[in-house]
């Protein structure tokens, strides 16, 4: 793995913008509690601001699980798909973060199944790549 190979540059890529979906989630936050009037360190009080913090919580943990899989997938199974993968993932955050509303909170599904089926994808990867690394080492 060289680190200007366009696989890993895509890899980099998906990491930035994951990092990037995690901050907005942030700002979600902030602006959500300006807008309904909430001032810290109040947590709860407005439908609005509840599903806002629990996108940012839950992105967080998430994000946790992400990182080390997508780059365990990328140093050992190689090739594009963690970076693809990766990618997949922020786009299941922003799903996510779009479609959890007061009114139909259940409507985030879609968005928590892509981003938890993008971490077990890499995870899984990152076990056949390590297991297949540590065969080659030993053979």
């Not at 990491?15 to 709860?44: E, H, K, N, S, Y």
């Not at 439908?47 to 998430?62: S, Y």
């Not at 699980?65 to 993932?89: E, H, M, R, S, T």
């Amino acid at each position: 793995m060289t680190l200007f190979a366009p696989a890993t540059l895509l890899t980099a890529i998906a990491t930035v913008v994951a990092i990037l979906v995690t901050l907005a989630t942030a700002i979600l936050v902030a602006r959500t509690r300006r807008r309904v009037g909430i001032q810290p360190p109040a947590m709860t009080g407005a439908p609005e601001l509840d599903c806002a913090v629990r996108v940012q919580g839950n992105t967080v943990e998430q994000f946790i699980l992400f990182v080390p899989a997508l780059w365990l997938a990328a140093l050992y199974f190689q090739g594009w798909v963690p970076g693809i993968v990766g990618l997949v993932w922020c786009l299941g955050r922003i799903l996510y973060a779009l479609t959890y509303k007061p009114a139909n909170p259940g409507g985030r599904f879609a968005g928590f199944a892509l981003t938890i089926f993008s971490t077990l994808i890499l995870v899984i990867l990152a076990i056949i790549g390590i297991v297949n690394a540590w065969m080659a080492a030993n053979a």
